[in-house]
């Protein structure tokens, strides 16, 4: 099993930055692929970003987010960040953590999630 607990969530006005940490405890945590979903009120969660095992190794992003926002790993401190430049009101969500054994599998379905945090984009 694999615990995964976001945080850095909140307010921010457009324009402006945040980053989204997510902490992994439990099975070794530096062989997963890892990830972030958002999810939108009544909506399902859609896909934001990805990265394989690695900490230098394939990344992957929604388009919506491409150019703007940027996955990275820590292996040595078992987590997950998510750097968001230029926050549009449009990225307002729940923004999810995400782990599986590969990229492809955390792009689609994975096996394990965070509880989320709560991003809001003032405009």
């Known amino acids: 099993q694999v615990q995964l607990v976001e945080s850095g969530g909140g307010l921010v006005q457009a324009g402006g930055s945040l980053r989204l940490s997510c902490a992994a405890s439990g099975r070794t945590f530096s062989s997963y692929a890892a990830g972030w979903f958002r999810q939108y009120p009544g909506k399902e969660r859609e896909f934001v970003a990805a990265?394989?095992?690695?900490?230098?190794?394939?990344?992957t992003y929604a388009d919506s987010v491409k150019g703007r926002f940027t996955i990275s790993r820590d292996n040595a401190k078992n987590t997950v960040f998510l750097q968001m430049n230029n926050l549009k009101s449009e990225d307002t969500a729940v923004y999810y953590c995400?782990?599986?054994?590969?990229?492809?599998?955390?792009?689609?379905?994975?096996?394990?999630w965070g509880q989320g945090t709560q991003v809001t984009v003032s405009s």
């Open positions: 995400a782990a599986g054994t590969r990229i492809a599998e955390v792009a689609t379905t994975p096996r394990y």
């Open positions: 990265i394989s095992w690695w900490s230098g190794g394939t990344t």
